[in-house]
């Protein structure tokens, strides 16, 4: 949707319903003021919504105004950290409502210490709930569901939102984003990827999923420069239910859901939840299939002063990869765009174990811990043709020269393995004082990795009878990191209106790897330290219950990952020097929000220093050369609408606007490849009925160079 059509539509459909309300409606103004029923403290930012789509949140102070087209209404008031209430108003004047605590485990102190609240945290993000992820999900990976939110972009290797895909923030790739679940770190310790392909059907699960833009108030895990997202998956419900949710789709798609959750047990202390699912696809693309099969367990304990919650989240996948793009003779055929052959095969096990406890030590003490286990085991495998002997040590007697070996060729059936599995646990201690708050915390986080590889079914005959293994193994090297973390998060309002906050974290990090001496390959044995003093600082004022603006920033650092350092499964590769790299980011954004009226903005300016980019390699296994750009330049500005006409309808829209450019060297100026620098989302929900919602969508990508020089040369 262009800018020209987009105005159109406002201006010819929209237009007028703004003007009608204004003119013709009569409103009633619903008031009241909310308190805590354990404290009679004000509950402030509670969400207020009518039935008839009218809404508003409550102010420092807990009271609230909202106009409604008629009485009586019913009324619904919902805060992240109390009970849900709902109840139908006669009069305008409400008075007082209480409303009854409900911590959710893990949550309590990272309301604040690293999730975001609006009102209160200097911090560009935004929220999907349960409701929301329900409309938007069937099948789809999580990036593809969060594509619709302000500055992400999203994309799937088999074109249909199945199988490995991939999320970007700000133009940073999702290596450089911090990913959690139930507060778990979940980026690779190696790569710092995130495989969100051995989590299938995880939103089926999931309570709400928070988007941070920029550093944010990451406090643990991997540093989080383009952003973090964090997973929240809910333990059972108040009464026990049973579902099996059954669905078909295009391109051979299909879905087996069954669900279980056993209620309140025991005095209403205790629940417990189970779930199995199954997905299956052949993708849009061809030869890029995809099984995804995943288990959940949880069992929650809500005690007098504590709540316990144990999570076992299980998950299986067996994928076909195509690595090759499309050529620009094919892009515009829609049969050739969708060809390929069948190449590649990715079959990986992981397992995520965690315990959330939340301990009330006393009205101004908690203390909060997150305990995990993840075990992973997998291979990737491809049918390789005419490879030479030296490279995959193959001169098992040593009766060959090298320059002889390089000569021989064989074809060859090859599995890169990796079995790992990492560890820790996250204390944070919280000290609450009516002016401010400090949270003292820490992680602490030991992974080993055992990576091998195997080959097979030679088509040299003599290869074939010489070696009498089933899988013969060429390589094989241990990767060990040692990760301490300690963190203090301090916010004070020294002023009714003004909040500030202040984060130190320090990083301590220590990395071993030990390669197997086989054939060629050296035996490097290599060993590396990082140590990180990261500062942040933010404020946020409030001019009135409608209006906040808030300003930051944060410095945050990441070790290299491994194959920047080493690729130890290549004989020919030899260690290289790698920089940690360095940002320092800069935010100004801020909120109005009037009746049904929201619009949020934000500017950010982050200086990138030895931001490590890749030269792919399109011929190639998604392979790739590490290259330093010096120095970055990542700045934009990000746009928020939301409007509430009624109960019957209400419409969104987001868009960013970036300039991701080298900004040293002879390259400087250019535009950094493989990142949209526009993007749009609208959003139009009509319900006509109850239990009806139709939902009309659009969404624009701007364009992305592919090379440093931005010729626009597609092969």
Known sequence: M????????????????????????TDYVISGKLLSIETSKPVEYANILLTTGEGTYSGETGDFQVKSEKLPVKVTISHIAFRDTSFIVYNSSIGNIYLRAEVIAGE????????????????AFSTLSNEEIKARYTVEDVPMILAMEPGV???????????????????????????????????????????????????SDAEDVQIQ?????????????GGSVNVITSIGSDKPELSLNVGAGSYNTSKIHLKATSGALFDKRVK?????????SEGYRDFHDTVQKSGAFGVEYDGKNFTHQFRALVGYENSHLMWDGVSADNIDDREKRRAGYQSYLDDFLQQVYSLNSSWRISDRLHFCNVAYLVKGSGYYEVFKEGCDI??????????????????????????KWIVNNYFGIIPTLTYIRDKYRLDIGGEIRSYTGDHFGEIADFSDPDLSSLISEDWYQYYNYIGEKLITTGFAHFAFEPLKKLKLIADLQ????????????????????????????????????????????????????REPADDQIIEADDVWNAPQKASAELIHD?????????????????????????????????????????????????????????????????????????????????????????????????????????????????????????DNENIGANP
């Open 213 to 225: 833009r920029g550093i944010g108030n990451s406090l643990y895990g991997t540093s989080a420069f």
């Open 390 to 415: 030296y490279s995959y040590n193959l001169d098992v007697n040593d009766q060959y020269s090298d320059s002889l070996e390089m000569e021989m060729k064989t074809d060859l059936l090859r599995r």
């Open 506 to 557: 320090y990083q301590y990090i220590h990395w071993n790897m030990d390669q197997k001496k086989i054939g060629h390959a050296v035996g490097y044995q290599l060993d590396a330290k990082w140590n990180f003093l990261n500062p942040r600082l933010g404020a946020i004022y409030s001019f009135s219950d409608e209006l906040f603006v808030f300003a930051n920033y944060g410095k945050a650092q």
């Open 108 to 123: 309590e102190v990272f309301v604040t210490a690293t999730r975001a609240v609006k009102g209160k945290s200097p911090v």
């Open 2 to 25: 262009n800018h020209k059509s987009f105005l159109t539509f406002f201006f010819i459909f929209l237009f007028p319903f703004f003007i009608f309300k204004s003119v013709f409606a």
């Open 586 to 706: 800069y935010e100004l954004g801020g909120r109005y929000r009037i009746r049904q009226l929201e619009i949020d903005l934000n500017l950010y300016r982050i200086n990138y220093k030895n931001e490590q980019l890749k030269n792919i390699d399109i011929e190639q296994e998604g392979e790739y050369d590490y290259y330093q750009a010096g120095k970055t330049l990542h700045q934009g500005l990000e746009i928020e609408f939301g409007y509430q006409a009624s109960k019957y309808w209400s419409l969104n829209l987001n868009s960013s606007i970036g300039e991701h450019i080298f900004s040293t060297g002879d390259l400087k100026g250019n535009t950094i490849p493989n990142v949209p620098c526009v993007l749009f989302n609208g959003s139009l929900t009509v319900k006509p009925v109850n239990h009806l919602s139709v939902f009309l969508t659009s969404r624009y990508v701007g364009k992305q160079t592919i």
């Open 272 to 280: 417990m939840s189970a779930r199995l699912s199954q997905i299956k």
């Open 153 to 203: 972009y999203s994309y799937s290797e088999s074109g249909n939102g199945t199988g490995y895909s991939y999320i970007q923030i700000r133009g940073f790739d999702q290596s450089r984003i911090a990913v959690m679940m139930n507060n778990v770190p979940l980026n690779d310790n190696e790569s710092h990827q995130v495989y969100w392909v051995d989590h299938g059907d995880v939103l």
